[in-house]
């Protein structure tokens, strides 16, 4: 469950019809750190890794 009461908190979500959307964007968040070397500290600065919170969900669901 997420914890959205602590501050600064922000999540990132894809969505995508396929897991193969999720190599995409995975691979064009890769192709954009590699273009902009300064995005990758950057982001490290900002962000607090030590505890992990990776969440992959699978649903069947239509979208209109």
């Not at 995508?16 to 490290?44: I, Q, V």
């Amino acid at each position: 469950m997420r914890d959205c009461r602590t501050p600064g908190t922000f999540w990132v979500d894809y969505i995508c019809p396929t897991s193969a959307g999720l190599d995409k964007a995975n691979a064009a968040l890769g192709e954009a750190m590699k273009a902009n070397p300064f995005a990758g500290p950057a982001l490290g600065s900002m962000v607090d890794f030590a505890p992990h919170r990776d969440f992959l969900l699978r649903s069947n669901v239509t979208y209109k």
